[in-house]
């Protein structure tokens, strides 16, 4: 596609469900990011995909969080039994190669957790 | 620990002067620094990179300096317009082959006409 595309754009949860967000990279886009953004602050490193491979998932802040990206085109970013914290906007980023420098973000999922 | 600063507080200047925003860094040696400007609503969009070994880079209005000794980054953007209004980030990343970019936590640019 054109770009990356995030869906829902707004996702509304009662705390203790379980959410599934999804990121269509750009075609043919190699690397993948996820980034979570809490009101006023960056972006801050969730988890990395090269291809269906996941790499590094030293942001994932709780085994709550699980992320999977099965052909290496879509992901999904799951949390599983929400709490308030977990409120902010979700980012996926796509590059086209492990060492491609600029990264293509989406406008992002958000989340809010009641 | 390892961190990126950068203003806190929203920049406000008038169209036509340039608007200068500060990204500091501790603890790293990266190999080359990003800016991104975001919108509200939207994610980041790339700007500008600069790598460890360079000063200074220009796009257009747009300029970046990199000091490695003060580890600091300038952004500057020159003829300011109430259309540059958004927030904008720097962003790090520690080697070439590191995955993750590490981003501060944004300037809020205000040009007011």
């Known amino acids: 596609g054109a770009g990356v595309s995030q869906s829902p754009r707004y996702k509304v949860a009662k705390r203790g469900q379980d959410v599934a967000l999804r990121c269509d990279p750009i075609?043919?886009?190699?690397?993948l990011f996820w980034y979570q953004q809490a009101l006023g602050q960056g972006p801050e490193f969730l988890t990395y995909?090269?291809?269906?491979?996941?790499?590094?998932k030293s942001g994932l802040p709780s085994d709550r969080f699980f992320a999977e990206r099965p052909e290496g085109s879509v992901s999904t970013l799951k949390i599983q039994r929400t709490q308030q914290e977990d409120s902010a906007v979700y980012l996926c980023?796509?590059?086209?190669?492990?060492?491609?420098?600029?990264?293509?973000f989406g406008s992002g999922t958000q989340l809010s957790v009641l | 620990s390892q961190k990126i600063e950068q203003n806190s507080e929203a920049l406000n200047i008038q169209e036509g002067k340039t608007a200068t925003l500060t990204c500091n860094y501790t603890n790293y040696s990266p190999a080359y620094l990003q800016w991104y400007r975001q919108d509200p609503g939207r994610g980041p969009v790339f700007l500008l990179l600069i790598r460890e070994n360079e000063k200074e880079k220009r796009k257009e209005r747009l300029k970046v300096t990199f000091d490695t000794t003060l580890k600091q980054s300038l952004f500057h953007i020159t003829a300011s317009q109430p259309a540059d209004s958004a927030t904008y980030l720097c962003a790090l990343k520690r080697s070439y082959n590191t995955d993750k970019l590490i981003f501060g936590t944004g300037t809020r640019l205000q040009v007011f006409p």
């Open positions: 995909f090269q291809n269906e491979a996941q790499l590094d």
């Open positions: 075609s043919g886009h190699v690397s």
């Open positions: 980023a796509s590059a086209r190669g492990p060492f491609e420098e600029k990264l293509f």
